[in-house]
């Protein structure tokens, strides 16, 4: 049986991927480039970012500063007006923490994870939360699980991680501890190759956990 459970954010527990990649989409069209979204996962799963097609057309440093800005805008428009509910995650944690302690680590902005959970029910269920500002290193590297690990005292076959995406798989495998894949439309399409479980939906990590 799993103690420790340590959920990644976006995609998983609340929908905001999409936004965050539509946000970027609208910014660069300011500056006449086009997001391509298969590029786009590719480079995420690689850990890059928004501005990796930028670079590679010839955007410099400061006017990717300044678009980023207005992406960053337009993402908290959109956390503030825009449906990021995942259907059953608040019932399924209200579940699963009475079993286990459960933490969220995140590549969030502090200043973005606290505009997505104004009202929200989320984190009550949470140890604690770890958001980028927290750690060095961002996923894929397996700094932030380890962190977490670290802060519960708990040793890696006590873990399971919760992820979306094959830059958190990669932190997880890297980090050397148990990951379950939950489906996820934006990233469905990317390399789960390695993860040990494959999820439909959170409420079906009850039956992993009692493993």
């Not at 040793?155 to 379950?180: F, H, M, N, P, Y």
Request: charge should be negative.
């Amino acid at each position: 049986m799993k103690k420790y459970i340590l959920f990644d954010h976006d995609g998983v527990l609340v929908d905001t991927e999409q936004w965050y990649f539509k946000a970027g989409e609208r910014a660069l069209a300011e500056i006449g480039l086009v997001l391509d979204k298969e590029q786009y996962l590719l480079d995420m799963g690689q850990g890059a970012a928004t501005w990796a097609q930028a670079k590679r057309a010839g955007v410099d440093d400061r006017t990717i500063d300044g678009v980023r800005r207005v992406r960053d805008a337009y993402y908290q428009e959109y956390l503030r007006t825009e449906s990021i509910e995942v259907d059953g995650v608040v019932d399924a944690l209200a579940e699963l923490s009475q079993l286990a302690r459960m933490a969220i680590v995140t590549t969030s902005k502090r200043d973005d994870f606290e505009i997505i959970h104004e009202g929200r029910q989320i984190v009550q269920y949470m140890d604690f939360v770890l958001v980028r500002d927290d750690y060095l290193h961002a996923k894929p590297h397996p700094e932030p699980y380890l962190t977490a690990l670290e802060r519960f005292g708990a040793e890696k076959d006590e873990a399971l991680i919760v992820e979306d995406s094959s830059r958190g798989l990669q932190s997880a495998v890297a980090a050397g501890i148990d990951c379950a894949i939950v489906y996820n439309e934006f990233t469905k399409s990317q390399d789960f190759t390695q993860a040990r479980h494959r999820i439909a939906r959170l409420a079906d990590l009850k039956e992993l956990i009692l493993r």
